[in-house]
């Protein structure tokens, strides 16, 4: 993953809020139901809504992911501890 961005990168629960708000936008459901530590496919999460999604977060994070990464990293909470440990800038 590279960065194109040189501001302050969010932090851990700045990641995992977005991560709940738009898998919740996009299930139509409240942020509250969400847990970070249920797997995406635990919310009918398919292939394709995955890659959106994956895309939606580059964009905010300003940076390249790939786009099976909600597939390598299957939690909200994986997901941002990959993003965090990999010092996105």
């Known amino acids: 993953m590279t960065s194109q961005n040189s501001e302050k990168p969010p932090d851990k629960s700045q990641i995992q809020a977005w991560l709940s708000s738009q898998l919740a936008q996009t299930l139509e459901i409240d942020a509250n139901q969400i847990d970070i530590t249920l797997p995406f496919e635990s919310y009918g999460l398919d292939s394709e809504s995955a890659v959106v999604l994956s895309g939606e977060l580059q964009d905010w994070l300003k940076c390249d992911l790939e786009p099976t990464l909600l597939f390598d990293y ?3 909470e ?4 990959y993003i965090v440990k990999d010092e996105v800038k």
């Open 74 to 76: 299957p939690t909200i």
């Open 78 to 81: 994986a997901v941002a501890d």
